[in-house]
C-alpha cells in the first residue's frame, strides 16, 4: 500500500526558510520520479518541483520557484525534501508530495505552509 507523509510545514516570515519532508512506503521509492504540488487559495494544484528516480540527476522546477526552492531524496531513507528559501507570501499553500505507480496517482495529506510576518 503506498503511503506518502509529508511533514514540516508551518508559519514563516517572509524571506525565510522552510524544509517539507515526504516519507514514503509501499513500493520501491528508489525507481520512482517524486513531485511536490502545491494549491494556494482560490487556485488550481500547481506542480512546483519533480526529481528523477534512482539517483535523481534531473529536477524540474516550476519559473515562480525556481532559483529559491530545491527538490531533493534519500533513497536510503525513503525521503523526497522540498527546500523552500528566500519564501514570498505567494507560496503560502498547501504543499503535497506526489508519485504515480502503474498509472496510478498517489498523494500524500499535505502540509500547510504559511508566509506572513
Known amino acids: 500500500q503506498v503511503q506518502l507523509v509529508e511533514s514540516g510545514g508551518g508559519l514563516v516570515q517572509p524571506g525565510g526558510s522552510l524544509r517539507l519532508s515526504c516519507a514514503a512506503s509501499g513500493f520501491p521509492f528508489f525507481r520512482n520520479v517524486m513531485s511536490w504540488y502545491r494549491q494556494r487559495p482560490g487556485k488550481e494544484r500547481e506542480r512546483v518541483a519533480r526529481?528523477?528516480?534512482?539517483?535523481?540527476?534531473?529536477?524540474e522546477y516550476a519559473d515562480s520557484v525556481k532559483g529559491r526552492f530545491t527538490i531533493s531524496r534519500d533513497n536510503d531513507k525513503n525521503t523526497v525534501y522540498l527546500q523552500m528559501d528566500s519564501v514570498k507570501p505567494e507560496d503560502t499553500a498547501v504543499y503535497y508530495c506526489h508519485t504515480t505507480r502503474s498509472e496510478v496517482e498517489y498523494w500524500g495529506q499535505g502540509t500547510q505552509v504559511t508566509v506572513s510576518s
Open positions: 526529481i528523477t528516480n534512482a539517483g535523481g540527476a534531473y529536477r
